[in-house]
């Protein structure tokens, strides 16, 4: 199974961007799956999760900016980033966790303007 994140880039305060999480299968429909963040010399942190029943839990961080979805056929996880902030600049990796365990390579976001 992989996982593969993307939808990264440069963008500037206030700006948007969608990250999409593809899994090779239908890993999504009996894992949690889940958005981490990781900025240079900070720790790894949870942005938000979904499960396989389709509740969604959020950072306190990025509540009423960021949503996190998953399509119908639970093979991709997205991250929709509105408002984004300058704090927000880091590394985003993708997670499949519960009955298995998978970790995406990651995909960089930077807000800057």
């Known amino acids: 199974v992989q996982l593969q994140a993307s939808g990264g880039g440069l963008v500037q305060p206030g700006g948007s961007l969608r990250l999409s999480c593809a899994a090779s299968g239908t890993i999504f429909s009996r894992n949690i799956g889940g958005w981490y963040r990781q900025a240079p010399g900070k720790q790894r942190e949870a942005v938000a999760t979904?499960?396989?029943?389709?509740?969604?839990n959020y950072a306190d961080s990025v509540k009423g900016r960021f949503t996190i979805s998953r399509d119908n056929a639970k093979t991709t996880v997205y991250l929709q980033m509105n408002n984004l902030k300058p704090e927000d600049t880091a590394v985003y990796l993708c997670r499949a966790w519960g009955v298995e365990n998978y970790w995406g390579q990651g995909t960089q976001v930077t807000v800057s303007s």
């Open positions: 979904i499960t396989s029943g389709g509740i969604t």
